[in-house]
């Protein structure tokens, strides 16, 4: 028999625009191809849709890096409450497919941070339409 944490984490399904600590290993082209796997390099991802099966979603690698300006990148100041919070550039056309329950594996939030509030991800699923076509 399952326990409750268990059970839980499988019909866990994440919210959209919800931040992620990401290790830099679980990306498989070349966004962070040159990091070490094993070393301790983290950077943001957001979550920018929930497939059709139900077990698995869609993460965005975000970098506080100015990197590739242009449509595929969704610029966002992570808390807009305080004005000295860190940017994060959502790298929109290198996102990949991830496990549900492998996501609950990471760390949640990123520089205090655990979701975009509403109106960004708004924003976020206007500018991943425009990128890739896909209405999120």
């Known amino acids: 028999m399952q326990d409750w944490k268990q059970i839980l984490s499988s019909i866990y399904l994440p919210e959209v625009g919800s931040l992620w600590t990401a290790p830099n290993g679980i990306w498989n082209n070349f966004f962070a ?10 950077h943001p991802a957001v979550v920018g849709k929930v497939n059709a099966d139900k077990v698995s979603c869609r993460i965005i690698p975000g970098t506080t890096k100015e ?18 919070c860190p940017t994060s550039n959502f790298l929109i ?21 655990e979701s975009l509030n509403q109106l960004q991800i ?10 890739t076509g896909i209405d999120v």
């Open 33 to 42: 191809s040159n990091k070490d796997k094993d070393k301790d390099d983290y």
């Open 93 to 113: 056309k290198l996102w990949m497919t991830y496990n549900n329950n492998d996501l609950v594996k990471m760390q949640r939030g990123w520089n205090g941070v």
């Open 122 to 131: 708004t924003e976020l699923k206007l500018q991943i339409k425009f990128c």
């Open 67 to 84: 990197y590739q300006k242009g449509s595929s990148v969704y610029k966002v100041k992570l808390n807009p409450d305080k004005r000295d």
